[in-house]
């Protein structure tokens, strides 16, 4: 490979990390639901994606930051309508149950996306998408290093939502011990609800993010983006959040890393298998939560 | 009467599919591979029928052992993980698949032109049927026949010592490998035949529908898969032939005056009958069982909630 | 019979076993017992293969196990009962029972057994053990709705049921009361009578030197006495370990 390729092929990883924030998002919000409920919420990045468009109504009114604060706060809401409708009722120990109720709010949010926009890919603010800043030989796209940013921002805030908040201990610890939580006072139906509405913030924020990064939003992404999502959650271990950071940087190269080298239709398949290459050497993730005593 | 010939056909389709899901649900795996599966047996029969020539039975037997043979190539590896590592290798899988198909060129030449699957562009030409006059009434027939001999053999089998081993697996892992039974062949056995099941599907699918795409393939496509036996209830087989029945022949054929909106109906519909019977419609404690289980109803708790990192 | 030799278990800086020598012999109740996080269950679990050593072996019937998965080992003869019951909830009694026993039909021997002559020893087996359990009459019961001291009676009688010449119990009498102690004490020697070996985890202290021909007794891990129940009640180490030091304890 000569030197330009071999520029292009670093200005892709780069590209692709950046971008890869956003997957960072979802994994920790799958993630966080994960190590809360101990359940899986497949309908999460739909939400996600739902609230990226539910802000588009606020775009002709105020400027682009407020549509990526709108989105992140009709996310949250999303998060706490899915808790109540999918988790909150139902009973603890039939996970399947909850599992299937996440995937019909997938179909159902992802439907009527279809049906409001017509299937139409509509337009998505984003910001700096003209500013380049050259680096030697290399691009960064300002709209991406601008997702970048706010990505991180969203993590820093999250850790220091959950280490230094009471809400934040609350949720740590429900996870841990839901019912010593109780008996020591913590709703856990609240610290539940919080913990979607925490995870559906995020998630919002992830919508705009891919919004942005990409230029429109589109119906068609909210299945990729849950199947990526999962992927990430699950190379960085279930559970951890700085693993999800981590492994969502990590997908977001590869991906770009595999398109540049094998082209877009078959990329996925090699993301796939790097899954399975993990899954297979390193099944607990990069920052397997410690293994507790039977 | 074609409409309700080829109503009963699509119904019978998902119906091997739903079963698929039942196998390995029954250990206590949430598996979205259905649609992978799904995908080999609708590529491979239709490659062996209108490529090579070969009858449809073998077409279909060859992809049931190709089956066989993936479920336990990828089983051993992807199986040791559980909860939803479980379910994001199944749904890694299945896209591997998917994308493989998606592309796959390989055309040969006929005396019809040229036939074979053709990367994006989907699969065209699967003629097998009406090249050798099948009517449609007896497509129906082998399909429900298909879905017959199939409830026949799951029936035994969860009636057998296999079936006992299998719900063993699925209640409590570590009571069960503890008693000697070995979890990964359990495991492996129930996802390869579920796997076998959804290959005969799809291998019945692709001459049904003459023309296949990866985007018959989705995700989606595996998440019926799995709504069928925990909506219709993981305690009776029957439930999971009722459901699909009631979804794809009330829902989402007989509203068709709704139109486009029927998609977004069954995701609600699931979202209810989650809140109202989680456990789903025909578990035992309904009493209505339809005498095809003796036994326990199905709960699948405990294993499949936990994550993939416990000792 | 069974012999663990330096056998370690560490969990990161925790060392809930180490270097543990332990023989069970052929025919005898050993008792385990130690304050709580003395590593009982641990030694359990390393025994059946939920937890690989982290140094030293497990041998059992001169057969270096300590590298086999739990259901290998169960092959072997080995078989465990759990502090919290794990039964199989939504199978059957009988169900809960044939599971375990279908580990002895494997095989060639087994296929023969099975389908070549006439009567099926497995089956027989099994039913004996239900009766010997007292839950003949509720074999078609889901034994998630069994009464808690019915649910220990086939925790233990489906260990047995899986053939195994040694079987760990893991706190059996926990929740027990007076009555159903005395019953568990009968069914444990029966058990041996039968020509079983014993490996019994327990805090009931009555329970342990009744029934037990030895005894062992961990603490942090480690072996600190071993003798007749009489020797280890005597011992200095053992009380200092329960009663603490400093204390002028009653003999």
Not at chain 2, 265 to 273: Q, R
Request: charged fraction near 15%; hydrophobic fraction near 50%; glycine fraction near 12%.
């Amino acid at each position: 490979m000569d030197l330009m390729d071999f520029i292009d092929l670093t200005q892709s990883l780069i590209d692709g990390v950046l971008f890869g924030t956003t997957y960072s998002l979802i994994g920790i919000g799958f993630t966080l639901i994960f190590g809360v409920m101990h359940k899986i919420n497949l309908s999460y990045a739909a939400a996600s994606i739902g609230a990226a468009y539910l802000s588009l109504i606020l775009v002709s009114l105020v400027p682009a930051p407020i549509v990526y604060l709108g989105a992140a706060l009709l996310g949250g809401l999303l998060g706490w309508m899915v808790y109540l409708i999918c988790f909150r009722y139902l009973p603890l120990n039939n996970p399947l149950a909850a599992l299937m109720s996440t995937v019909g709010m997938l179909l159902a949010i992802e439907e009527l996306i279809s049906h409001m926009t017509m299937g139409m890919p509509q337009n998505y603010p984003a910001l700096f998408a003209s500013t380049n800043i050259e680096i030697g030989q290399f691009f960064l796209r300002g709209d991406l290093i601008f997702v970048f940013v706010l990505g991180c921002a969203a993590m820093v805030g999250l850790t220091l939502l959950l280490k230094r908040t009471r809400l934040g201990l609350a949720t740590r610890a429900v996870a841990q011990q839901p019912v010593a939580a109780q008996l020591c006072g913590m709703g856990v139906n609240a610290t539940n609800a919080n913990t979607f509405i925490i995870a559906g913030f995020l998630g919002g924020t992830a919508g705009a993010m891919a919004g942005a990064a990409i230029g429109v939003l589109s119906p068609l992404m909210t299945l990729p983006l849950t199947v990526k999502g999962l992927v990430v959650t699950v190379i960085g271990g279930l559970g951890s959040i700085p693993g999800a950071i981590v492994a969502g940087l990590i997908v977001g190269g590869a991906e770009n890393l595999f398109q540049f080298l094998r082209g877009v239709s078959e990329r996925d398949i090699y993301v796939m298998l790097m899954l399975f290459a993990f899954l297979v050497f390193r099944p607990g993730g990069l920052f397997a939560a410690p293994g507790g005593r039977d | 009467m074609d409409f309700y010939l080829g109503l009963a056909q699509v119904i019978g389709i998902h119906s091997l599919l739903g079963l698929s899901a039942w196998c390995v649900l029954h250990t206590g795996q949430v598996s979205l591979a259905q649609g992978g599966f799904f995908a080999i047996g609708a590529y491979t029969a239709g490659v062996l029928t209108s490529m090579w020539g070969w009858p449809l039975a073998l077409a279909l037997a060859m992809g049931a052992l190709l089956a066989a043979a993936v479920a336990v190539a990828v089983g051993f590896p992807a199986l040791r993980v559980k909860g939803l590592m479980l379910v994001v290798a199944t749904t890694a899988f299945a896209e591997i698949v998917r994308l493989v198909f998606f592309n796959f060129t390989w055309r040969v030449q006929t005396p019809a032109g040229p036939v074979g699957p053709d990367g994006s562009l989907g699969f065209g030409g699967i003629r097998y049927f009406p090249a050798n006059g099948w009517t449609t009434l007896e497509v129906c027939l082998l399909i429900w026949a298909l879905v017959s001999a199939v409830l026949l053999v799951l029936w035994w089998l969860d009636r057998s010592r296999v079936g006992t081993l299998w719900r063993a697996v699925g209640e409590d892992e570590l009571a069960a490998q503890s008693a000697g039974i070995n979890l990964t062949a359990a495991k492996v056995s129930a996802f390869g035949i579920g796997g076998a099941i959804a290959v005969l599907a799809g291998g019945v699918f692709a001459h049904y529908a003459t023309h296949i795409e990866h985007n018959n393939f989705s995700i989606l496509l595996a998440t019926f898969a799995i709504a069928y036996p925990i909506i219709g209830g993981l305690s009776s087989l029957a439930g999971t032939i009722l459901e699909v029945i009631f979804i794809q022949g009330f829902l989402l054929e007989g509203l068709r005056f709704i139109g486009d909106w029927r998609s977004l109906m069954f995701g609600v519909l699931i979202v209810v009958v989650m809140l109202v019977r989680p456990a789903g419609f025909l578990n035992r404690s309904l009493g209505l069982g339809l005498g095809l289980r003796r036994g326990a109803s199905a709960d699948k708790t405990g294993s499949i909630a936990k994550g993939g990192t416990h000792a | 019979m069974l012999e663990l030799r330096n056998l370690s278990r560490h969990f990161g800086g925790v060392k809930a076993v180490d270097q543990l020598d332990l023989t069970v012999r052929r025919g005898e109740i050993l008792g385990l017992i130690g304050p709580n996080g003395s590593g009982k269950s641990t030694t359990v679990n390393l025994i059946t293969g939920v937890y690989l050593p982290t140094a030293g072996d497990v041998v059992f019937q001169g057969q270096d196990i300590s590298k086999l998965a739990p259901h290998q080992r169960c092959e072997l003869g080995l078989a465990r009962t759990f502090q919290n019951i794990r039964l199989f909830g939504h199978l059957t009694v009988w169900q809960n029972l044939w599971a375990a026993r279908m580990v002895r039909e494997r095989g060639w021997a087994g296929f023969k057994e099975r389908w070549l002559s006439g009567a099926n020893a497995a089956r027989e087996q099994a039913e004996e053990l239900l009766v010997f359990g007292d839950l003949a009459h509720k074999r078609d019961m889901l034994a998630g709705n069994l009464a808690f001291g019915e649910q220990r009676r086939l925790e233990l009688i489906r260990a047995a049921a899986s053939g195994a010449e040694l079987l760990l119990l893991d706190e059996p009498a926990a929740g027990m009361n007076a009555e159903e102690i005395e019953d568990l004490d009968n069914r444990i020697r029966s058990l041996r009578d039968q020509g079983r070996t014993i490996l019994l985890i327990e805090h009931h202290m009555e329970l342990v030197m009744e029934v037990c021909d030895r005894v062992a007794v961990l603490n942090f891990g480690r072996k600190i006495a071993e003798g007749t129940p009489a020797q280890v009640q005597q011992d200095a180490q053992v009380r200092a370990a329960y009663l603490g030091t400093d204390e002028t304890a009653a003999t």
